[in-house]
C-alpha cells in the first residue's frame, strides 16, 4: 500500500479556499507569496553563520534598537516581493519609519504588517528567531493604501500567523477556521501539514517572563508570578520557568507545550507605560493566532489585545498571553480578586 501524501501548506490553503464559494483566491495568492519570501530567509538564516552575514548593520531602527544584517535582509525580502505580488494596497514593518506602499498597477484589496525578524538579538547565538505576519482587508475604497487602512483593530485580521526559523523551519497560520502548523522539508522546499488543529491546553505549567524586570512590576502581576512559583500539586506548581528572549519562539513553545507569556510594562518608568512589544507586529497577530488555538491574550490591565484600536503604527502594548486559565487566573490578581 502506498503511503499516504503530506499534505503541502498551498493545498492546504486551496482546501480552506473551496469552503468559502465567494472566495476570489487573492488571500490565498497572497499567502503563497508570502511563503516564497519565508522560504528565501530561511535558506538565508540557514547560512547565516556560513555567509559572514552575522552581525548588526550599524544602523538603528525607528524603535531606537540596532538593526541586525539579517532583520534588514528579511524586511527587504519581504518588502520587494510582497510590493509586487498584486494583493495588497500597502504594508507596514516593524523595521519601517513609515508605510510602505505599494506601486501603482500592483495594488489589491489587502493590507499586511509584519515584524521581518523576531528575536533578533538571538541571531548570533543560533536560537530560533521568526517572521510575523498579519492581513487585513483595507478599509480605503480603491488607490494606493494609506496608514488608515493598517490602523486596524486585530479583531479584523483575515489571516495571520508566523514562520520560525528554528532546528526545523515551521509556519504556523489562521484565517480564522483554527490553527496549522507545517514543517518545511527543506531537501522539497515545501511546506508539509505536520501540526493540524493546534490547541492550547487549557492550563500549562510553563511561565515566561523576563524575571529581571520584577522589581518594576506592578503589585498584581508580583503576586501572580509568586503564586505560579509556590507549592500545589493539584494545579502543577511551582510552575517552571522558559524565557528564550524572542516572543516567537516562546510562544511557539507555549502553543505546543502549553504555557504563559507576559511582558507587561515598567510600573516605576512613565516613559514606558506600554511595555516593549508593539501592537501591529506582534501583539495583535499572535492574539488571533492565540485566541484560535482557545487561548487568549489580553493587556496588562486586562484588555483584549484583539480590540484595541491602533492609533499609531509602532505602538506598544503591555502582553500577557497563553493558555485560557492561565491569563483567567492573572486576571483575577490584577482586579484584586485573588
Ligand atoms: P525584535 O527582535 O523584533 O526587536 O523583538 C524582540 C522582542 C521579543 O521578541 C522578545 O520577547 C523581547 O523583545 C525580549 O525583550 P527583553 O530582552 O526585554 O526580555
Ligand atoms: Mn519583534
Ligand atoms: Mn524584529
Not at 541571531?123 to 487602512?149: C, P
Not at 495571520?160 to 531537501?187: R, W
Not at 500577557?320 to 485573588?338: P, W
Amino acid at each position: 500500500m502506498n503511503k499516504p501524501l503530506g499534505i503541502t501548506v498551498s493545498r492546504h490553503i486551496m482546501d480552506s479556499q473551496r469552503l468559502h464559494p465567494e472566495a476570489t483566491g487573492e488571500l490565498s495568492g497572497l499567502l503563497g507569496e508570502l511563503i516564497v519570501a519565508a522560504k528565501t530567509i530561511s535558506a538565508e538564516v540557514n547560512m547565516a553563520g556560513l555567509a559572514d552575514i552575522l552581525g548588526q548593520s550599524g544602523k538603528v531602527n525607528v524603535q531606537g534598537e540596532k538593526v541586525q544584517k539579517l532583520d534588514e535582509f528579511a524586511n527587504n525580502t519581504i518588502k520587494r516581493r510582497m510590493a509586487q505580488c498584486g494583493y495588497l494596497c500597502v504594508m507596514g514593518s516593524e523595521e519601517e519609519d513609515d508605510i510602505i506602499p505599494v506601486k501603482e498597477g500592483y495594488v489589491g484589496k489587502y493590507t499586511l504588517t509584519f515584524d521581518p525578524l523576531d528575536g533578533s538579538s538571538n541571531i548570533d547565538v543560533n536560537v530560533s528567531i521568526g517572521t510575523i505576519f498579519s492581513i487585513h482587508r483595507r478599509r480605503t475604497a480603491s488607490g494606493q493604501g494609506t496608514v488608515e487602512d493598517l490602523l486596524q483593530k486585530g479583531r479584523d485580521q483575515v489571516a495571520a500567523g508566523y514562520i520560525i526559523y528554528g532546528s526545523s523551519t515551521m509556519m504556523v497560520y489562521t484565517t480564522g477556521e483554527g490553527v496549522h502548523g507545517f514543517t518545511l522539508d527543506p531537501s522539497v522546499g515545501e511546506f508539509y501539514l505536520s501540526h493540524p488543529d493546534i490547541t492550547f491546553p487549557a492550563r500549562s505549567r510553563y511561565y515566561s517572563v523576563n524575571e529581571g524586570n520584577s522589581r518594576y512590576w506592578s503589585e498584581g502581576m508580583s503576586r501572580y508570578i509568586e503564586y505560579l512559583k509556590s507549592e500545589d500539586k493539584a494545579t502543577h506548581r511551582p510552575y517552571s520557568a522558559r524565557y528564550i528572549g524572542s516572543m516567537l519562539a516562546d510562544l511557539h513553545r507555549n502553543l505546543i507545550a502549553g504555557g504563559i507569556f507576559l511582558y507587561p510594562r515598567d510600573s516605576k518608568d512613565p516613559s514606558k507605560p506600554e511595555g516593549k512589544l508593539r501592537l501591529l507586529y506582534e501583539a495583535a497577530p499572535f492574539a488571533f493566532v492565540v485566541e484560535q488555538a482557545g487561548g487568549r491574550a489580553i493587556t496588562d490591565d486586562g484588555r483584549n489585545i484583539l480590540d484595541i484600536e491602533p492609533t499609531s503604527l509602532h505602538q506598544r502594548v503591555p502582553l500577557v498571553i497563553g493558555s485560557r486559565q492561565d491569563v483567567d487566573m492573572f486576571e483575577r490578581f490584577i482586579t484584586g480578586k485573588n
